[in-house]
T-cell receptor, first 116, second 114 residues
C-alpha cells in the first residue's frame, strides 16, 4: 500500500527565505507525482507535475525534484512571499496501467506561513 | 475554459437525510474522481468514473455511498442516511484520460451533518 509522508507538517518563515518542502513515498512504482497548493476553504491548485521518467520540473519560483528510487520529492520555493502562505500537498499516482491508474495518494500536507 | 465545477459549495444536512453532490468536469474531460478530506486528515480517494462507467470504487464505503457519471449531465456523489462522521469536504477532479493526464480539482463541497 502506498503511504505518502510530508515533512515538516508546518513551517513559519519570514518573507524572502528560500524553502524546501519534503515528500516521501513508500512504493517507488509510481506513474507521476504532483504538487498542489490548497488555500483555506478552497480547492486544490496544481503547481507542478513530474512524470516518473523526469528528475525535476520548474515553474517560476517553484522547483520540484523527484528521486523515484529513494521515494523522495522536494518542492523548492525561492524568495518566499506572504502570498505563498497555504498548505502544500504532495500526491503520487500509481504506476500500474490497470483500473487504479487514476488514483492519487496524498500526503497530509505542509502548512506554510510566510510573514512580512 | 471553465474549470471543474462543484455544487453546492456548502451543504447542511440532519442525520438520516440524503446529500447529493454534483461535479461538472472540465470541458473535454471524460474522467472524474471523487476524494474526501476529513478534518485534520489528508485527501482520500473514493471513486473513479468515466462516462457511464465506474472504473474503481475501492475507496468508497460499501453502504450509503454511491456515485454515477451519466452520459449527459454532471457526476453525482450520493450519500444516503448521513451521519455526523460524513461531515467533510468532498472534492471532485477531472482529467482527459490521456497518458500523463494531470488532475484538475474543483473547489469542493463542504458537507456538515448536524
Amino acid at each position: 500500500k502506498q503511504e505518502v509522508t510530508q515533512i515538516p507538517a508546518a513551517l513559519s518563515v519570514p518573507e524572502g527565505e528560500n524553502l524546501v518542502l519534503n515528500c516521501s513515498f513508500t512504493d517507488s512504482a509510481i506513474y507521476n507525482l504532483q504538487w498542489f497548493r490548497q488555500d483555506p476553504g478552497k480547492g486544490l491548485t496544481s503547481l507542478l507535475l513530474i512524470q516518473s521518467s523526469q528528475r525535476e520540473q520548474t515553474s517560476g519560483r517553484l522547483n520540484a525534484s523527484l528521486d523515484k528510487s529513494s521515494g523522495r520529492s522536494t518542492l523548492y520555493i525561492a524568495a518566499s512571499q506572504p502570498g505563498d502562505s497555504a498548505t502544500y500537498l504532495c500526491a503520487v499516482r500509481r504506476g500500474d496501467r490497470g483500473s487504479t491508474l487514476g488514483r492519487l495518494y496524498f500526503g497530509r500536507g505542509t502548512q506554510l506561513t510566510v510573514w512580512p | 475554459n471553465a474549470g471543474v465545477m462543484q455544487n453546492p459549495r456548502h451543504l447542511v444536512r440532519r442525520r438520516g437525510q440524503e446529500a447529493r453532490l454534483r461535479c461538472s468536469p472540465m470541458k473535454g474531460h471524460s474522467h472524474v474522481y471523487w476524494y474526501r478530506q476529513l478534518p485534520e486528515e489528508g485527501l482520500k480517494f473514493m471513486v473513479y468514473l468515466q462516462k457511464e462507467n465506474i472504473i474503481d470504487e475501492s475507496g468508497m464505503p460499501k453502504e450509503r455511498f454511491s456515485a454515477e457519471f451519466p452520459k449527459e449531465g454532471p457526476s453525482i456523489l450520493r450519500i444516503q442516511q448521513v451521519v455526523r462522521g460524513d461531515s467533510a469536504a468532498y472534492f471532485c477532479a477531472s482529467s482527459s484520460g490521456r497518458e500523463f493526464g494531470e488532475l484538475f480539482f474543483g473547489e469542493g463541497s463542504r458537507l456538515t451533518v448536524l
